[in-house]
């Protein structure tokens, strides 16, 4: 499992007028890493961003989920 933590702009960016809304890392996986968990910091946001052997990785979606379930309790946020 490789797991990055990157601190992006704190103000939004803008390309050609257009604001950039959200931004996600990609978290590289090679050899025997088969899990890669990203996150970055973006105008007062955090965006997560996974890769994974899906092979390695059966189970990702119960994964994701527990990540969410985390995420929502430290937040004290309820999604659909």
């Not at 809304?21 to 955090?46: C, E, F, H, K």
């Amino acid at each position: 499992v490789l797991v990055t933590n990157v601190p992006g702009p704190m103000t939004p960016l803008r390309l050609a007028g257009a604001k950039l809304l959200r931004a996600y890392p990609a978290a590289p996986i090679a050899g025997n890493v088969t899990l890669g968990v990203g996150v970055l910091s973006y105008a007062g946001d955090l965006g997560l961003g996974l890769t994974a052997d899906a092979e390695a990785w059966p189970d990702l979606p119960a994964f994701v989920d527990a990540l969410r379930e985390s995420f929502d309790a430290l937040t004290g946020s309820t999604r659909q």
